[in-house]
């Protein structure tokens, strides 16, 4: 940042500044990026302050220019000139120039930094007005976001950009936030591959797992000195705690990566395939796992991300297997096979099966020839979930390996072992623990819903929740 002597540009009795190399964060609400604001923020020259809306202000001043300098205008109320007259460029920069100038000189900071939502869609503009301008391009797996959006608005979609999503889809949340993250991250994506030379890319997965790296590697992106230590002095006070922002940052004191992977529990089938396809397209640009139609349904990815050396030890893996070796594990302890390790849901179901009698083989006897299984996962990533496989016909529990392939079986109903617990106490009535995806009902064939229904209350039958009522659907 320069103190601009210009006399076109000097106001009587105020200084004036000009700044040439702003950096933006392009962005999508619940992204993180409230999080790399307070990291870029720590640096000892960048100011990133709460979400300004500046690159919109922009927008909003070429089209006012542009009508002033008799300009065309875009035949779309909202979108900016098809041309913008190098005055209105002028008139533009000089009033970001005072605004944002003033700003850096009471932080006592030398370049500006900006993350407003949406500001994808105004890049080429910002690039016209700050021709050295930066782009950091942050994204973060789709169902995260999808899970993060519901979490932020238990009542209802609204803010972050979500409205006009859910005014098109208002029976349905997820197909609504599903449609938010491929608009956003194809509009970021589509910048980065335009202006490569001015983008960065940050994912939220890298950025709480290793937070100084990830800093070292934007700060050498942006020509800054290094500045060790970021991921703690950004909770300091003098982080600016005003204006839009997560709500959860004001009471957090350290990065971790306790929200990765929370999207496993959202139910995919509300997505209408097309976009599915379009979430898939994006997630192999990015680096993210697919959501396929097993999302959800098996104990969760110790990790969201894909990497060429993760494929290649996949590829390895599988050619071990094909030749009869086996292949490494990685991480966490694995349950011994016939031993149990959730011990109250293995007691429950023994106890279950020892209780089979001639009413129970009355109310559920279609279902006796069945197996299932039962999986809990732990809330600690690096131990393996734990499967019991129940066969209905043998009268026995076992438990399996959790690292292998998952068992044959008719049905399965996954769920942390957190949730199981408080289904069996008695804590949350197991029906609203299935209809919030806690625990969530895999069916392997298509039984359909008399089916799934009879088999879930015999699973609760089974469990002794005499609160579910054990009536048959008929």
Known sequence: MQKSTSPQTAIPGEESWSFADPVFVLCCGRSGSTLLRFLLDSHPDLACPPETNLPALCAQLATVWSLIEGAPLSGNRGDEPPVIPEPAIAGIRHTMDRMVGSYLSRRGKKRYCDKSLGTARYAELLLRVYPEARFICLYRHPMDV????????????????????????????????????????????????????????????????????????????????????????????????????????????????????????????????????????????????????????????????????????EESAAEESAAGRPSPTVGGDRPVRGQPDHQILWERLQAGLTRIDDRFAEQWGECLAETFVTISLPSDPARQATRYRVDLAARTVTAEDGTAELPESDWDVIGSAEAWDSVIDGRTNMSVALRACRLRYCDIGDAGQFASDARIALLADLLGLTAWNLSRTS
């Open 146 to 313: 999808v899970a993060s959006g519901l979490e932020a608005c238990p009542w209802g979609l609204n803010g972050y950009g979500f409205d006009p999503y859910i005014a098109t889809t208002p029976g349905n949340s997820i197909m609504a936030m599903a449609r938010f993250w491929v608009d956003n991250a194809a509009a970021i994506s589509a910048v980065e591959k335009q202006f490569a030379d001015r983008c960065h890319r940050v994912r939220y997965e890298d950025m709480v797992d290793d937070p100084e790296s990830v800093a070292a590697g934007l700060f050498e992106f942006l020509d800054l000195p290094p500045a060790p230590g970021v991921s703690e002095s950004c909770f300091s006070a003098e982080r600016e705690r005003f204006g839009p922002g997560d709500h959860k940052i004001w009471y957090t004191s350290a990065i971790t990566a306790d929200s990765v992977g929370r999207g496993w529990s959202i139910p995919t089938g509300m997505i209408a395939p097309q976009v599915t396809a379009a979430i898939n397209e994006l997630a192999a640009d990015l680096g993210y796992l697919p959501v396929g139609d097993d999302w959800g349904t098996t104990e969760p990815p110790a990790d969201l991300r894909i990497t060429a050396d993760e494929s290649a030890a």
